[in-house]
């Protein structure tokens, strides 16, 4: 009884909001869209840019969803596709800067020997978040642009549609993004 009360009070917003959205224009599913996904957004945009940036492309990025609500398909995740308007539009916003944003996959930080995947896995009980962060800023675009996808739980696939580039460059870059990060924040550790 309550369940049914509470829902009949406050419309719960809906996962498939982006579709309503899409065919009626209708401000009440943008609103529940906003709910639902501005945070997660905003926090993808600050680990690729910084605040200031990752606001104002997150506001243009709403405005594309506006704009462009009759291209989303339903098939599509409707987090997939926000993703991927709000990284055309960093991208648009860093070449308006005239700022370099490295786009190419096998940039990493010198090698050491080839691990296993069983040993890229990063303890995160023990980690200092701020050294983490330190370190992911250390990543190339696209290195810290794919971990932080997986972080936000797309799936390979969301993350190829997002980032436009094929199954094995996605893998590739989970890859270095990981041994990267392994090795920044074991240097951290030895530094301490």
């Known amino acids: 009884m309550l369940l049914s009360i509470k829902s009949w009070l406050f419309e719960m917003p809906s996962k498939d909001c982006m579709a309503s959205y899409a065919k009626s224009g209708d401000n009440r599913y943008l609103e529940q869209l906003i709910a639902l996904y501005s945070n997660d957004l905003y926090h993808y945009l600050v680990t690729q840019s910084n605040t200031h940036l990752a606001y104002d492309v997150s506001q243009q990025t709403w405005l594309k969803v506006i704009e462009k609500r009759h291209l989303y398909q339903a098939q599509t995740t409707p987090k997939a596709w ?101 090795r920044l924040l074991g240097a951290n550790n030895e530094q301490a």
């Open 82 to 182: 926000l993703f991927k308007l709000a990284r055309n539009t960093l991208i648009d916003e860093y070449r308006k800067q005239q700022r370099f944003v490295e786009l190419d996959e096998n940039t990493h930080l010198p090698a050491q020997k080839d691990k296993n995947e069983s040993d890229l896995t990063i303890d995160s009980s023990n980690i200092n978040y701020e050294a983490f962060d330190a370190a992911l800023k250390q990543l190339s675009f696209v290195q810290r642009e794919a971990i932080t996808l997986q972080q936000e739980g797309f799936s390979l696939a969301d993350i190829e549609l997002i980032t436009q580039s094929n199954h094995e460059s996605v893998k590739t870059r989970l890859r270095y993004a990981k041994q990267n990060l392994k």
